[in-house]
């Protein structure tokens, strides 16, 4: 799991949390990707969930080798799926939930 920033860290930051999702039409766990990645979006307002589908677009990192990956700021923090607490508690160590 990926260090996660201290406060300072945080305030500095200008732009808003980004959690990158990527899945693929033959992945057999992806649905429960995507299912995730809509209750992050649902859940932290102020974070920006990207869904990107390797069918249709290549990866942006090296680092992304199979689905599902979720790269949270540039940071592989998942391979595989996470469960929604696990996923939930990565989060709010970033942005504050609703």
Known sequence: MPKMPNLDER?????????QVYTSSHCANCEEA?????????????????VIDL????????????VPTYVLNNRVCFLGNPSQEELCALLTQWVTPL
């Not at 305030?11 to 959690?19: E, F, Q």
């Open 11 to 19: 305030t500095r930051m200008s732009t808003p949390p980004l959690l």
């Open 34 to 50: 995507r299912r995730l990645a809509q209750v992050a979006a649902r859940l932290f307002p102020e974070l920006v969930v990207e």
């Open 55 to 66: 069918d249709l677009t290549p990866a942006r990192l090296a680092e992304v080798y199979a």
